[in-house]
């Protein structure tokens, strides 16, 4: 196993009191060498995204916006759940880098599995927006980038984000090499891209107070067989863990060891299919012991 993250993710800076903070990552960080687990799986720095690689996903009106809007200091907002400060920019850029890097490593063989301790998050941008704490679509961006090369003819991207992965859903929509499977609880936040008719996309709401069991059951229900007539050559996870019971920002009740239960499956999924080739990408994750807690049980059961 591999794990990218890149200092610029800890000097993206929110407004004062925002969920999605500096010490989520600073923190994890922290907890991962202080369980030795960084020092099995050291740390590499994340590469920035190229400019290629952003515009599969994104149009340039949408980083000439990104950009044009970076702050000279302080933080600013970009969306009313979104802000930027003066690397949030560079954050975004060495996020999706990191999913990209992450693919090219998979692919060449170096390592099957991948891990992105990156922020902002991703998997709400949509191709025109920056929101939901995110401004570019990081895992999208890695699916269009690993459909360039020839040992990958399809991708699916799993996502346990307690939140619906609109972004996600609307950049690869139109794309039917790209599977995407999200589980979120419903209705809740975002609302939109929700109600969808399209193939490859593969919805599972759960309502609030939702736990263990209605999400194996779910996920076995929704994602086994919609995995198996993909045939992914590649598996991207969109891995949020506001999911959690712990978590402040949502209502579904999930502990540790759905998330390793989550993986485990995702990890036999592609060792069955997609040449045990994983990266995965930090999403959410409010509370920071349950996000340390719930990303160790994921990389127990990734690597
Ligand atoms: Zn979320």
């Given at each position: 196993m591999k794990i990218y993250s890149h200092q610029a993710c800890i000097e993206h800076e929110v407004s004062p009191?925002?969920?999605?903070?500096p010490e989520r990552l600073s923190n994890l960080l922290a907890h991962l060498s202080n369980i030795g687990l960084t020092h099995d799986y050291p740390l590499h720095d994340a590469p920035r995204a190229t400019n290629d690689a952003i515009l599969r996903a994104h149009p340039t009106s949408h980083l000439d916006h990104l950009e044009q809007s970076v702050p000279l200091d302080g933080v600013i907002p970009i969306d009313p759940d979104t802000w930027m400060g003066r690397q949030s920019l560079a954050a975004a850029l060495v996020a999706a880098g990191a999913v990209c890097a992450g693919i090219d490593d998979v692919v060449k063989g170096s390592d099957s599995r991948v891990f992105c301790a990156v922020r902002p998050p991703g998997h709400h941008a949509e191709s025109d927006a920056a929101m939901g704490f995110c401004l570019l679509n990081s895992v999208a961006i890695g699916a269009l980038h690993a459909l360039?090369?020839?040992?990958?003819g399809r991708v699916a991207i799993l996502d346990f984000d307690v939140h619906h992965g609109n972004g996600t859903v609307e950049i690869c929509k139109d794309h039917p090499d790209v599977l995407v499977c999200s589980s979120f609880q419903h209705p809740f936040y975002p609302h939109r891209f929700y109600d969808s008719d399209w193939p490859n996309i593969i919805n599972t709401p759960l309502p609030a107070g939702s736990g263990s069991y209605e999400f194996r059951a779910a996920i076995e229900r929704d994602w086994l067989p919609a995995v198996a007539a993909h045939q992914p050559d590649l598996i991207l996870i969109?891995?949020?863990?506001?999911?959690?019971?712990?978590?402040?920002l949502a209502a579904l009740n999930l502990e540790d060891d759905d998330f390793r239960w989550v993986t485990e499956l995702i990890v036999s999924l592609a060792s069955e299919h997609a040449n045990g080739r994983i990266v995965s990408a930090l999403e959410g994750g409010y509370d920071l012991d349950a996000l340390n807690s719930s990303v160790t049980a994921h990389l127990g059961a990734l690597a």
């Open positions: 009191g925002h969920p999605e903070r360039q090369k020839a040992e990958i969109s891995a949020g863990f506001d999911a959690h019971a712990l978590d402040p």
